[in-house]
């Protein structure tokens, strides 16, 4: 069964590009997570959807960040405009709630290089 | 301020060797994760701690839940290689919240 997938894996742009983020969660999860983890702050949670509606998008550093669920197999994190402290590795990441142990299955994250 | 502190925040030591890596916070969690992420990996789930006191064990790999739940220890048995990795703990407060707040993790290399 293939995991989370995401796209790119890499991206370099230039400061003020839009960057758009790709994500498809695995069939069936009803949960899909947008986290950023740098070296300075970890692993923070940007926002998550259940059942393709945002709950909580209060992790979202500011108006330029944006995601989007438009049906349960895909998602997508927009930067516009890109600015070099942006810079990090995006994960997506779902799980299925019925399971009391909450298990996120990460995609391999996107590089992002804002230049 | 980070919710979940985890130290250290690096360790390298000798193959064979034993280890501990904390996970400590002020709040009370209904539920504590330790995951493994290796380089340009996204981090795997290891193990689900939900009661207070709680032990449990992954081959040698040995987790513990804090009695008070604000807290959790990884202890690592005769160190090998393959545990390379940054290592993660991930709270929640409640089942419904859905929200796992993540440490800032321990980098640990072993060393052949």
């Known amino acids: 069964d293939a995991g989370v997938i995401q796209s790119p894996r890499h991206e370099v742009t230039e400061m003020g590009q839009e960057v758009t983020l790709r994500c498809k969660p695995i069939s069936g999860h009803d949960y899909l997570f947008w986290y950023r983890q740098t070296m300075m702050r970890g692993l923070e949670l940007l926002i998550y959807f259940n059942n393709n509606v945002p709950i909580d998008d209060s992790g979202m550093p500011e108006d330029r960040f944006s995601a989007k669920m438009p049906n349960a197999s895909f998602s997508t994190l927009k930067i516009q405009p890109s600015e070099p402290r942006d810079s990090a590795v995006y994960f997506c990441?779902?799980?299925?709630?019925?399971?009391?142990?909450?298990?996120?299955?990460f995609g391999e994250g996107s590089r992002l290089t804002v230049l | 301020t980070q919710l979940l502190e985890q130290s250290p925040q690096f360790l390298s030591i000798q193959e064979g060797e034993n280890l501990t890596v904390y996970c400590n916070s002020s709040s009370v969690f209904s539920s504590l994760q330790w995951y493994r992420q290796e380089p340009g990996e996204g981090p795997v789930l290891l193990v689900t701690?939900?009661?207070?006191?709680e032990v449990k064990k992954l081959k040698r790999l040995t987790f513990q839940f804090g009695d008070a739940r604000k807290d959790s220890s990884l202890h690592i048995t005769a160190a090998q290689p393959g545990d390379t990795g940054l290592y993660l703990c991930a709270g929640a407060f409640d089942w419904t919240g859905n929200q796992f707040y993540f440490g800032t993790g321990t980098s640990l290399t072993v060393i052949p």
């Open positions: 701690v939900v009661t207070g006191g």
């Open positions: 990441a779902s799980t299925l709630r019925t399971t009391n142990t909450g298990e996120l299955f």
